[in-house]
């Protein structure tokens, strides 16, 4: 966005300079043309271009004034009062350099004073106030610009902190958990298992830390991320805890939000793994349907009942679903499905559909 910002800024440079230029040169072919359609001299243009370096110069002042005025506080009707008296002003200093250059570069006799210099002075101010209309236009329309793009670097970077908190407050839990279960085989004396586990936590961290809430990644990459947050699990769970990928390879090249699954599979691991002596089963599944990527992540934990809103209530509004639905929404609006289906002493069924992209189409 600040790219943007400068980009825009040194648009506004150019443009302003390439309508200055061309203006005064369109302004110095028309009156010159008027002047052989009258019957003037040909050395009438030598005094034309005198008056319109000097209608250059002139309004370049004008700009400055301008720029400090619209940096000033003052209101509405101020600013038109002093742009009106500034236009006024600049107009009879236009009209005397014109008259100047006349007498100097054209005829010595020729001279202009009552109303000939009065309506020279209204003609070069109707020419000023286009030229400042204009300007105020422009200016305006670029402040306009500057102001949005502002509005949504602030709104991207409001964004962006979002997407982060949603997605590292779920760490303290699994954090606490992962701690907790090495505490364990410390105590226990499994030096090894807990070694194991210390550096399957800090590769899973080190992943987790460097990827970007708002970047993107493959589901191949996700799931590898995945397995070594799994595998801290599984010295937990041992044998309780049982995992099944099926994963088409269209669907393992397809990008995903970093770190959209773990939170999930986390949930499942809570609530289907956890209160079962026996364990339980994760079924993660992708495919590609009608250039959609289909996401289906089931367990056989004892689920909820669709007629008991207390129950459902508990199970899916925990923190990982409740944040990767945000996250979804967020990041696909109106583009992607979340929806979750239960049957009590049967599982839960998670299945999210995104837009099928791929790292060419990002």
Not at 60 to 88: A, E, K
Not at 164 to 175: A, E, I, S, T, V
Not at 206 to 231: C, G, H, I, N, W
Request: with cysteine; proline share 3%.
């Amino acid at each position: 966005m600040d790219r943007k910002l400068k980009n825009l800024i040194e648009h506004k440079e150019k443009l302003f300079w390439s309508l200055q230029i061309l203006g005064w040169i369109a302004y110095c072919t028309a009156r010159t043309l008027n002047a052989y359609a009258l019957g003037e001299k040909p050395e009438f243009i030598y005094a034309v271009m005198m008056g319109v370096i000097g209608g250059f110069w002139i309004t370049i002042g004008l700009r400055h004034i301008y720029q400090f005025l619209r940096r000033s506080d003052m209101s509405p009707l101020m600013l038109l009062l002093s742009v009106t008296i500034c236009i006024l002003i600049s107009s009879m200093l236009f009209s005397f350099v014109e008259v100047w250059s006349m007498n100097q570069l054209y005829d010595p006799d020729w001279n202009m004073q009552g109303l000939g210099f009065l309506y020279r002075t209204l003609y070069d101010t109707f020419v000023l106030m286009a030229w400042s209309g204009l300007y105020f236009i422009i200016n305006n329309h670029f402040q306009l610009q500057q102001q949005k793009e502002m509005y949504l670097a602030a709104a991207a970077q409001a964004h962006q902190a979002q997407l982060k908190m949603l997605r590292y407050q779920l760490n303290p839990h699994f954090l606490f958990n992962t701690l907790n279960a090495i505490s364990t085989l410390v105590l226990d004396k499994q030096a090894k298992e807990a070694n194991s586990m210390l550096t399957k936590l800090s590769a899973f961290l080190r992943f987790s830390l460097v990827s970007q809430p708002m970047q993107k990644t493959t589901l191949e990459e996700e799931v590898y991320a995945l397995s070594l947050y799994l595998d801290i699990e599984r010295v937990r769970f041992q044998e309780r805890l049982k995992i099944v990928f099926d994963i088409s390879e269209e669907a393992g090249s397809a990008q995903i939000p970093n770190l959209l699954l773990q939170p999930l599979v986390e949930n499942s691991i809570k609530y289907a793994i956890n209160p079962q002596i026996e364990g339980g089963t994760i079924t993660l599944k992708a495919e590609i349907k009608n250039k959609k990527l289909v996401i289906t992540l089931s367990d056989d934990g004892p689920g909820f009942s669709e007629d008991n809103p207390g129950e459902t209530d508990q199970k899916s509004s925990g923190v990982g679903i409740a944040n990767t639905r945000e996250r979804l929404a967020k990041l696909y609006p109106k583009e992607s499905s979340f929806d979750i289906t239960s049957k009590k002493n049967k599982g839960v069924t998670i299945r999210i559909t995104l837009p099928c992209e791929y790292t060419s189409d990002t």
